[in-house]
């Protein structure tokens, strides 16, 4: 057995004992290594009596046989040193803890053949389960939007805001990952089983826990780190005052990554923590998926220009024009004289410049004199 | 006649020749004083040939004539160095031009018992004409918490945002200001006669070209640049992308003025323009009235606290009690045994946590197990 096979099943057997984003644990393994860590936990006399039940817990572990039912199942363990170890992870590092949560994981589970190192430009669509239609037609369409443009899209897989950046993303071709908070052989939501099969399929789904874990809400806090800092960035669609989608964007802004919110109706309470985190400054408005690109893109790659409403007419006009047009009454309509007198010109040059926005459709005379038209007044 | 009556005369008579937010007639006036800036252009000699009808017309006026009749329509003129005069006019003096418009305003009409030195509080509420029942809903309830906090509203009296905004704040006693770009005597639109009827009656109608003028888009532009001055603060609720008050909000920036947002749901081209400002930084995000009040509000007197969905059952249970929650499986049940693993916790511990949890409702318990129930889930 090889340094590095010791290595890996060392991490196999703690990610067995231990739950995921435990920071003791992390950073037993940065100061001992895992091989070392796991022999200190298997040493009954090093250990407090309250935890002797971990040196019994982990001796009966077999975590060759895991990674073997785990390969039967189609899943690799990725782990640090790894050519496919997303480097990104190691953030994890260095980061504050949340929630007494944070260290990078001691390794991934991965179902598909998407590796994991081509997720360096990825950018993670999240939100709520309970959307709104509105939220999952925005979510779908950034999530093409980001895969067309070569940015791997990761997503959590749930109901709502989840469900929609994947599937928004399937018709196009590129990286469209799942981090699970339960075991990546698991469907969680089951309704989900379709869509998940078809990730692993294609793309890659991804889970911290070892296959069979089941979800808990610990669990689902600790996967909201890793879909934070696998990507450069994270867009919030629709987000209610405590949804998880914080969580996710919390661990986004601790790891300096980009953190985008999608407003909607101040009236609707899926967008209420959105609106929170735009109006704090915590997040970056965006409305469209050209506008995430943008922020996440390579300096200069991405620019959006603001949008306009079409060029007007209006803008085709010289100073003079202009200064006719801006003379002329929007409400009762004004004879000539008394535009030449408003606009500072004379009789004639109102008269022809008159004239000519008669043609361009901006104003509009009748038997009382001229008034601005319906189009040129907006 | 006094100095001051000469001053206010000779403001009269350059407000009938020239068109307001002339920002050379603003610096004639600021260099020389309104009445040597008339004398000047009285005078044929002194000025161009092509500018000498300006001699004449200026010579036809009548300006106590004008402001006898005004008077008789419950019209003032205040002009600067009155005691109503609302001195943050002043800073017009100092900004950049915009659409070739600037300066102070040479006086101001005005109708109805609000005094404009009253106005030092006051925010603008402004949007698109086209609004939606939902921009209209939101601008009238911002408006009524701004006037009952002690903030006057200023609006333009248009269709749409503008008229909700004075609508909302109608039910509350407080000013609730009309600044219009046709005469403070005149009702444009048509259609809302009655509603500035009633501001000239409870608060005031306000404009800056003298009465009979109508309406023109240069005179709306040099409007905007009143209600941007006039106010604290200016909030757009609506706005599509080349929207009339986007231009009253790049007026409220370049007089540092604060500038707020309304945003809305992505598709709804009246929310463009809102969503830019915020997007580029140029505006605060805003959701209802109180949060404006932290913005224009003095220091510390409105501080609104984020919105928080209730405070959950959960955050009252004590450490070991969360330990036990996190570790219970969201989707298929499973056994105190297995929670005891996951939570690192002895089986009589998670025993007596679960079912104090289960009293709570936050757990559920069946045959198969213990497993959240739908309101632990969000």
Redesign the interface.
């Given at each position: 057995m090889t340094a590095s096979d010791d290595d890996r099943l060392a991490r196999v057997a703690l990610s067995r004992l231990?739950?995921p984003g435990d920071p003791r644990i992390a950073i037993a393994v940065a100061e001992l290594g895992a091989p070392r860590t796991r022999e200190f936990l298997s040493d009954e006399r090093q250990l407090d009596p309250s935890a002797r039940d971990?040196a019994t817990?982990l001796k009966g572990l077999d975590p060759a046989a895991d990674l073997e039912r785990a390969a039967r199942l189609g899943l690799r363990y990725v782990v640090p040193g790894d050519p496919e170890w997303p480097s990104q992870l190691d953030d994890l590092h260095h980061s504050e803890l949340l929630d007494q949560r944070g260290g990078p994981p001691l390794g991934l589970w991965v179902k598909g053949p998407t590796r994991l190192d081509q997720l360096a430009r990825s950018v993670a669509v999240v939100g709520s389960?309970?959307a709104t239609t509105?939220g999952t037609?925005?979510a779908a369409e950034i999530a093409a939007v980001l895969v067309r443009a070569g940015h791997p899209v990761v997503s959590g897989a749930a109901f709502g805001i989840d469900q929609a950046a994947h599937r928004g993303a399937l018709g196009v071709e590129g990286a469209n990952v799942a981090v699970l908070a339960?075991g990546a052989d698991r469907a969680?939501?089951?309704a989900h089983r379709d869509l998940l099969d078809h990730l692993a399929r294609t793309s890659a789904v991804v889970a911290e826990v070892p296959p069979g874990c089941?979800?808990?809400?610990?669990?689902?806090?600790s996967r909201n780190r890793l879909i934070a800092a696998l990507t450069r960035g994270t867009v919030v669609v629709e987000a209610?005052?405590?949804s998880g989608a914080l969580n996710t964007a919390s661990w986004a802004l601790r790891l300096n990554r980009m953190v985008m919110g999608?407003?909607?109706?101040?009236?609707q309470a899926q967008?209420?923590?959105v609106?929170?985190l735009?109006?704090?400054g915590a997040a970056?408005?965006?409305?469209?998926g050209d506008?995430v690109l943008e922020v996440v893109g390579d300096v200069g790659t991405h620019l959006t220009s603001?949008?306009?409403?079409e060029a007007?007419r209006r803008d085709a006009l010289g100073p003079r024009e202009q200064?006719i047009?801006?003379?002329?009454?929007?409400?009762?309509p004004?004879g000539v004289d008394?535009v030449a007198?408003?606009a500072?010109l004379s009789l004639v040059e109102v008269a022809s410049g008159l004239r000519r926005l008669l043609r361009l459709g901006l104003v509009e005379s009748s038997p009382q004199g001229w008034r601005?038209t319906a189009a040129?007044?907006?």
């Amino acid at each position: 057995m090889t340094a590095s096979d010791d290595d890996r099943l060392a991490r196999v057997a703690l990610s067995r004992l231990t739950e995921p984003g435990d920071p003791r644990i992390a950073i037993a393994v940065a100061e001992l290594g895992a091989p070392r860590t796991r022999e200190f936990l298997s040493d009954e006399r090093q250990l407090d009596p309250s935890a002797r039940d971990v040196a019994t817990r982990l001796k009966g572990l077999d975590p060759a046989a895991d990674l073997e039912r785990a390969a039967r199942l189609g899943l690799r363990y990725v782990v640090p040193g790894d050519p496919e170890w997303p480097s990104q992870l190691d953030d994890l590092h260095h980061s504050e803890l949340l929630d007494q949560r944070g260290g990078p994981p001691l390794g991934l589970w991965v179902k598909g053949p998407t590796r994991l190192d081509q997720l360096a430009r990825s950018v993670a669509v999240v939100g709520s389960r309970s959307a709104t239609t509105y939220g999952t037609e925005v979510a779908a369409e950034i999530a093409a939007v980001l895969v067309r443009a070569g940015h791997p899209v990761v997503s959590g897989a749930a109901f709502g805001i989840d469900q929609a950046a994947h599937r928004g993303a399937l018709g196009v071709e590129g990286a469209n990952v799942a981090v699970l908070a339960c075991g990546a052989d698991r469907a969680y939501p089951t309704a989900h089983r379709d869509l998940l099969d078809h990730l692993a399929r294609t793309s890659a789904v991804v889970a911290e826990v070892p296959p069979g874990c089941a979800p808990t809400r610990g669990r689902f806090l600790s996967r909201n780190r890793l879909i934070a800092a696998l990507t450069r960035g994270t867009v919030v669609v629709e987000a209610a005052a405590r949804s998880g989608a914080l969580n996710t964007a919390s661990w986004a802004l601790r790891l300096n990554r980009m953190v985008m919110g999608v407003p909607g109706p101040v009236s609707q309470a899926q967008s209420e923590g959105v609106h929170q985190l735009i109006r704090s400054g915590a997040a970056t408005l965006v409305t469209r998926g050209d506008e995430v690109l943008e922020v996440v893109g390579d300096v200069g790659t991405h620019l959006t220009s603001p949008p306009r409403a079409e060029a007007r007419r209006r803008d085709a006009l010289g100073p003079r024009e202009q200064r006719i047009l801006d003379a002329v009454p929007f409400a009762r309509p004004a004879g000539v004289d008394s535009v030449a007198t408003t606009a500072g010109l004379s009789l004639v040059e109102v008269a022809s410049g008159l004239r000519r926005l008669l043609r361009l459709g901006l104003v509009e005379s009748s038997p009382q004199g001229w008034r601005l038209t319906a189009a040129a007044q907006e």
